[in-house]
């Protein structure tokens, strides 16, 4: 924001109109939007910086644990999601401690991270028994309040976007209810994964749509969160044109609450099974044209974070530095 200049006089000029009405639109943007972003760890201050900008529509993050970056992403300026990715995180003392430690502004809670996948793919490997049992003895006790006294909005596991993840979900919420045949297991959200072209994503969202929200009793229908989607293994022209068709239609669906691009990092931090097609920042710390997109009007294509200039320069004056005291000593040997 642009420092308020002040008169010969000494007194503060008044910001017009157009400049608050600027500011209360823009934070409002941010307040309402859907977007978020998945968390890698990525440790370039200035990439999370342009992420956390006061013109981005970043609302949230989540970095599949309980533990936020706050070293890297202040408190205040997006609201945390924690998750209990696995079986492994029921049983840490720590767990519901730091959870319950965590800012008023955290406020939601993801379970399980793909537990129909395999621990080395990211997922959770957990039955649909255990994570029954699991869910109903350490996540439900969230929404009924914490240590504080805070009542978290959870989710239920998020499975991979399959028939196996469907299929996981159905055993899930029959396990559910032989455990608490009144209850079974009770959610605030539902979070989704996605990786492949729209039509798959949109016709994925309606099945999940139509298993939870069809026949339902319900007062109202349960909101879904998109917390990791892509476009694996893909150009940048096929990548954006998936996300110009994704994100206007998302932002317009009722049942949808949330959505995060599995991308907000740079090309050479990709991973090899997505491929550097998704990431939203390049090798240098511009935006792709792909996190132009994701961040909307204002935003443009190698437009770098707060401070990457300044790095570059360092590195520059370094390198300067190193060359000249490597000339001094060429000299000094000379003598």
């Known amino acids: 924001m642009a420092r308020l200049h002040q008169s010969t006089r000494h007194r503060r000029q008044r910001p017009s109109y157009t400049s608050l009405l600027t500011i209360f639109v823009t934070a409002a943007w941010a307040q309402d939007s859907k977007r978020g972003f998945a968390f890698i760890g990525d440790s370039h201050v200035p990439d999370n910086r342009l992420l956390t900008s006061d013109n981005s529509p970043i609302s949230w993050y989540y970095n599949w644990s309980p533990y936020p970056n706050s070293d890297l992403i202040p408190a205040d300026s997006l609201e945390f999601v924690p998750m209990i990715h696995g079986i492994d995180a029921t049983e840490d003392s720590q767990t519901e401690r730091v959870i319950g430690g965590l800012p008023q502004s955290s406020k939601h809670l993801l379970s399980f991270n793909e537990p129909d996948g395999t621990e080395g793919s990211g997922g959770s490997s957990i039955s649909p028994e255990d994570a029954a049992k699991a869910y109903i003895d350490f996540v439900v006790p969230f929404r009924n309040g914490d240590s504080g006294g805070r009542n978290w909005l959870i989710s239920h596991p998020s499975t991979t976007g399959s028939p196996n993840g469907l299929d996981w979900l159905r055993r899930f919420n029959e ?161």
């Open 175 to 335: 396990s559910c209810y032989e455990i608490d045949s009144e209850n079974g297991c009770p959610t605030d959200f539902v979070a989704v994964h996605w990786y492949g072209a729209f039509d798959g994503l949109a016709g994925w969202l309606g099945t999940l749509d139509e298993f939870y929200n069809t026949n339902s009793t319900r007062d109202q229908p349960l909101k879904l969160w998109i917390t990791e989607m892509a476009l694996p293994q893909q150009d940048e022209e096929n990548t954006v044109s998936m996300m110009n068709q994704t994100l206007p239609y998302l932002d317009q669906l009722d049942y949808v609450e949330r959505y995060s691009w599995f991308g907000a990092f740079r090309t050479d931090d990709a991973n090899e099974w997505t491929g550097d097609g998704v990431a939203l920042f390049d090798d240098d710390g511009g935006l792709t044209e792909l996190g132009a997109l994701y961040l909307g009007d204002g935003f443009e294509e190698g437009q770098k974070g707060e401070g990457a200039e300044d790095a570059a320069s360092g590195l520059r004056v370094s390198a300067g530095l190193m060359a000249a005291l490597s000339l001094c000593a060429t000299m000094f040997a000379m003598l």
